[in-house]
């Protein structure tokens, strides 16, 4: 019979089976299950009969061990060597084979040798020193070469520096422009006229009167006997004398179609006083094009009102004045919902002839922050959207406002001038006139705060350092117009007539055009009474016929209608956009990537690689709080471990052990038993010598 231990509370012994054709493998506890007596616990804690008896054929089995003492569950009673075994069983019966204490160099080891970065896992594995320092010098030198590139790849990103790209879209469509419109001169001659006729208590001629016997210096005079000056000191009567939308349009046609007078909005300048803007975005409704050409665009005829004055009177001609004086209209072509600026952005459009603006649209689109600093918001205070432009002629005014206590009529007035006075108005000039100002004529009147102005607007023109202050942005979308003019003489002599009779209708008789309606309808009238006798000769014979007062009349007439009516067309000769777009030049994307090839140029580094960095700190962080690296409790280890035999060896001492017949009729088998003991026999079995 040879006889096999369980590790710690059983052995298993070879035996003829029951019938006694062939052996059979039984455990038996080291405890043998012959003992009799009760169960106590020695001082080491374990328990063992009072008994201890035991059959001849277990001594025999236990051989030389017979010096030692066994407990009843065959355990060393010598305890230093005893426990030394115990414990080294438990070990290896708790903890896996290869199983050690983890700590932060363990796992920092574990990453190093199984690193994808290049040199990592050298550096861990190498069993030559000089070998390991080798690598380490060229990971450290492939760290700092790559720590330098993406330093310099960090900083070109947050430069955040932009690339304009120009694409040409045809199939985007095209909104119409906003059209302004002054007339050169600002007053009405009409106007002036019927002015004159009137009694000289006026406020326009006790100005005139004012300015010609005071004398205010030969750097302000040129500015007093402006026009600006007549709306800074006369205000709403200066408008007055302005010209209206009903004399100065004739005619207008948009797109195939006659507009009306309720398509235009009034905008008042400066210098140009009333003009008039077609789609001005206030109706809300955007006009867009789908044909080209001056058919489908927009057709002004417009009349300058530019009859002889009044006889013996006369404008003062403004030599620092670079705009005035002139004939025919200003013309301002902007996109919609913008201010215009008729001084700085306007055309001159002659009389006498027909003038086409041919228009091709850009759209420029640009980048907000970080990229760029763009504006989507409304001029403040005002009702048009945001230019550059624009918004620096009104922080020109608000500097002038704040050094100056005035404001200029050159610049829009903004939020901040409402209720402030123009630099060049004179307080009192009317008490001055009368000579209760304590000034006599041709005495000194100071100007200081239009002093001021002129100071200020010469500094503002020569020094743009005052932009960073209006914090002033460019829109983040913003449509310009590329503008071609071209001009013809209009209206040719033989339509004259007919041309008056179109535009002016049963209105001509109230028009000053009159005098030159009726001038051609008399060289008609002659001319058919030729016609009637069928003399061939009918033109020379009017020309022989007629006396030098009838020729100057016709020249009169010819002269009225070329100095006063003039045609304007602006229309689309490209439908196809220019879009300027701003696109960053070293994105997000483009950094990522740069990264990506820098660490793999000199560290071989991936996003796998730093995920494997991340499960390190993952790891070292919950180092603190997981019990894997901890030193194992062998001591409550061990309780468990006896305890858990203790409850076994009483159940092999009441005859229940595998293959036992219970006499219940039960018999417990291998894996029952395995079940009830918690252990795997043929995993911890050993051969007993």
Same mark, same amino acid.
């Given at each position: 019979?040879?006889?096999?231990?369980?590790? +710690?509370?059983?052995?298993?012994?070879?035996? &003829?089976?029951?019938?006694?054709?062939?052996?059979?493998?039984?455990?038996?506890?080291?405890?043998?299950?012959?003992?009799?007596?009760?169960?106590?616990?020695?001082?080491?804690?374990?328990?063992?009969?009072?008994?201890?008896?035991?059959?001849?054929?277990?001594?025999?089995?236990?051989?030389?061990?017979?010096?030692?003492?066994?407990? +009843?569950?065959?355990?060393?009673?010598?305890?230093?060597?005893?426990?030394?075994?115990?414990?080294?069983?438990?070990?290896?019966?708790?903890?896996?084979?290869?199983?050690?204490?983890?700590?932060?160099?363990?796992?920092?080891?574990?990453?190093?040798?199984?690193?994808?970065?290049?040199?990592?896992?050298?550096?861990?594995?190498?069993?030559?020193?000089?070998?390991?320092?080798?690598?380490?010098?060229?990971?450290?030198?492939?760290?700092?070469?790559?720590?330098?590139?993406?330093?310099?790849?960090?900083?070109?990103? &947050?430069?955040?520096?932009?690339?304009?790209?120009?694409?040409?879209?045809?199939?985007?469509?095209?909104?119409?422009?906003?059209?302004?419109?002054?007339?050169?001169?600002?007053?009405?001659?009409?106007?002036?006229?019927?002015?004159?006729?009137?009694?000289? !208590?006026?406020?326009?001629?006790?100005?005139?009167?004012?300015?010609?016997?005071?004398?205010?210096?030969?750097?302000?005079?040129?500015?007093?006997?402006?026009?600006?000056?007549?709306?800074?000191?006369?205000?709403?009567?200066?408008?007055?004398?302005?010209?209206?939308?009903?004399?100065?349009?004739?005619?207008?046609?948009?797109?195939?179609?006659? @507009?009306?007078?309720?398509?235009?909005?009034?905008?008042?300048?400066?210098?140009?006083?009333?003009? %008039?803007? %077609?789609?001005?975005?206030?109706?809300?409704?955007?006009?867009?094009?789908?044909?080209?050409?001056?058919?489908?665009?927009?057709?002004?005829?417009?009349?300058?009102?530019? !009859?002889?004055?009044?006889?013996?009177?006369?404008?003062?001609?403004?030599?620092?004045?670079?705009?005035?004086?002139?004939?025919?209209?200003?013309?301002?072509?902007?996109?919609?919902?913008?201010?215009?600026?008729?001084?700085?952005?306007?055309?001159?459009?002659?009389?006498?002839?027909?003038?086409?603006?041919?228009?091709?649209?850009?759209?420029?689109?640009?980048?907000?922050?970080?990229?760029?600093?763009?504006?989507?918001?409304?001029?403040?205070?005002?009702?048009?959207?945001?230019?550059?432009?624009?918004?620096?002629?009104?922080?020109?005014?608000?500097?002038?406002?704040?050094?100056?206590?005035?404001?200029?009529?050159?610049?829009?007035?903004?939020?901040?001038?409402?209720?402030?006075?123009?630099?060049?108005?004179?307080?009192?000039?009317?008490?001055?006139?009368?000579?209760?100002?304590?000034?006599?004529?041709?005495?000194?009147?100071?100007?200081?705060?239009?002093? @001021?102005?002129?100071?200020?607007?010469?500094?503002?023109?020569?020094?743009?350092?005052?932009?960073?202050?209006?914090?002033?942005?460019?829109? @983040?979308?913003?449509?310009?117009?590329?503008?071609?003019?071209?001009?013809?003489?209009?209206?040719?002599?033989?339509?004259? &007539?007919?041309?008056?009779?179109?535009?002016?209708?049963?209105?001509?008789?109230?028009?000053?055009?009159?005098?030159?309606?009726?001038?051609?309808?008399?060289?008609?009238?002659?001319?058919?009474?030729?016609?009637?006798?069928?003399?061939?000769?009918?033109?020379?014979?009017?020309?022989?016929?007629?006396?030098?007062?009838?020729?100057?009349?016709?020249?009169?007439?010819?002269?009225?209608?070329?100095?006063?009516?003039?045609?304007?067309?602006?229309?689309?000769?490209?439908?196809?956009?220019?879009?300027?777009?701003?696109?960053?030049?070293?994105?997000?994307?483009?950094? %990522?990537?740069?990264?990506?090839?820098?660490?793999?140029?000199?560290?071989?580094?991936?996003?796998?690689?730093?995920?494997? &960095?991340?499960?390190?700190?993952?790891?070292?962080?919950?180092?603190? %709080?997981?019990?894997?690296?901890?030193?194992?409790?062998?001591?409550?280890?061990?309780?468990?471990?006896?305890?858990?035999?203790?409850?076994?060896?009483?159940?092999?001492?009441?005859?229940?052990?595998?293959?036992?017949?219970?006499?219940?009729?039960? !018999?417990?088998?291998?894996?029952?038993?395995?079940?009830?003991?918690?252990? !795997?026999?043929?995993?911890?079995?050993?051969?007993?010598?």
């Amino acid at each position: 019979m040879s006889t096999k231990r369980f590790r +710690g509370s059983v052995r298993w012994e070879t035996r &003829l089976s029951r019938d006694g054709r062939g052996t059979e493998m039984r455990p038996v506890p080291v405890s043998s299950p012959q003992t009799s007596g009760s169960i106590r616990r020695d001082m080491n804690g374990y328990t063992s009969n009072t008994d201890t008896r035991m059959t001849g054929s277990v001594k025999r089995q236990r051989g030389h061990n017979e010096h030692m003492n066994y407990t +009843g569950m065959g355990k060393f009673n010598a305890y230093p060597d005893h426990m030394r075994m115990v414990r080294q069983r438990n070990s290896s019966m708790f903890h896996p084979p290869g199983y050690h204490h983890k700590n932060a160099l363990t796992l920092i080891t574990e990453l190093g040798s199984e690193s994808n970065a290049h040199g990592l896992a050298k550096i861990v594995t190498s069993s030559d020193t000089k070998r390991k320092v080798i690598w380490a010098l060229m990971v450290i030198i492939g760290f700092t070469a790559a720590t330098l590139q993406l330093s310099l790849l960090v900083r070109k990103y &947050l430069l955040f520096q932009v690339v304009e790209l120009s694409e040409i879209k045809d199939s985007m469509p095209v909104e119409f422009p906003a059209i302004t419109v002054c007339n050169n001169d600002p007053f009405s001659v009409r106007k002036l006229r019927l002015l004159f006729e009137k009694p000289d !208590d006026t406020e326009l001629m006790q100005w005139l009167n004012f300015t010609q016997k005071f004398n205010f210096g030969a750097e302000h005079t040129p500015h007093l006997t402006s026009i600006r000056a007549f709306y800074e000191n006369l205000g709403e009567e200066a408008r007055s004398i302005s010209h209206d939308l009903d004399d100065f349009l004739i005619h207008c046609r948009f797109n195939q179609e006659k @507009c009306h007078i309720s398509n235009f909005t009034t905008f008042f300048d400066g210098n140009y006083f009333n003009c %008039f803007t %077609f789609n001005g975005g206030e109706q809300g409704e955007k006009l867009l094009m789908h044909a080209t050409g001056p058919q489908n665009g927009l057709s002004l005829i417009l009349s300058l009102d530019n !009859d002889e004055p009044p006889l013996g009177s006369y404008g003062v001609y403004n030599l620092e004045s670079n705009i005035l004086h002139s004939a025919g209209a200003r013309v301002v072509v902007h996109a919609p919902n913008t201010m215009p600026s008729p001084v700085d952005h306007g055309l001159d459009i002659p009389p006498g002839y027909s003038s086409s603006i041919g228009l091709k649209a850009n759209l420029h689109t640009r980048l907000s922050e970080p990229y760029g600093n763009c504006s989507t918001a409304r001029l403040p205070g005002m009702d048009y959207a945001n230019t550059f432009f624009s918004c620096l002629q009104v922080c020109k005014q608000r500097i002038i406002i704040e050094e100056c206590k005035c404001k200029s009529s050159a610049l829009p007035d903004g939020p901040f001038g409402k209720n402030v006075s123009f630099c060049g108005a004179i307080p009192n000039w009317k008490n001055i006139l009368a000579g209760r100002g304590g000034y006599k004529p041709g005495d000194r009147v100071p100007v200081t705060s239009f002093a @001021c102005e002129d100071r200020k607007m010469k500094e503002l023109s020569n020094d743009r350092a005052y932009e960073t202050s209006c914090q002033c942005y460019q829109p @983040c979308g913003e449509t310009f117009y590329q503008k071609a003019v071209s001009l013809s003489y209009w209206p040719l002599e033989f339509y004259q &007539l007919y041309a008056l009779q179109l535009f002016y209708g049963s209105d001509i008789k109230q028009s000053f055009m009159h005098e030159a309606y009726t001038l051609l309808n008399e060289l008609s009238n002659i001319s058919g009474l030729m016609k009637e006798r069928n003399d061939t000769r009918a033109e020379d014979i009017i020309k022989e016929s007629l006396t030098l007062t009838e020729k100057e009349k016709g020249q009169r007439a010819s002269n009225l209608i070329r100095q006063n009516l003039l045609r304007l067309n602006v229309y689309m000769e490209d439908l196809s956009v220019v879009e300027y777009r701003q696109l960053p030049a070293y994105g997000l994307a483009d950094l %990522f990537a740069d990264i990506g090839g820098t660490l793999g140029l000199w560290m071989g580094i991936s996003v796998l690689t730093i995920m494997e &960095l991340v499960e390190l700190i993952i790891r070292l962080f919950f180092l603190l %709080f997981n019990s894997e690296t901890k030193p194992p409790n062998f001591q409550d280890e061990e309780q468990e471990y006896v305890a858990s035999n203790g409850m076994l060896a009483n159940h092999l001492h009441s005859g229940h052990g595998p293959g036992h017949h219970t006499g219940q009729g039960h !018999d417990m088998n291998e894996k029952e038993f395995v079940d009830a003991s918690g252990f !795997d026999f043929k995993m911890h079995t050993e051969t007993m010598a």
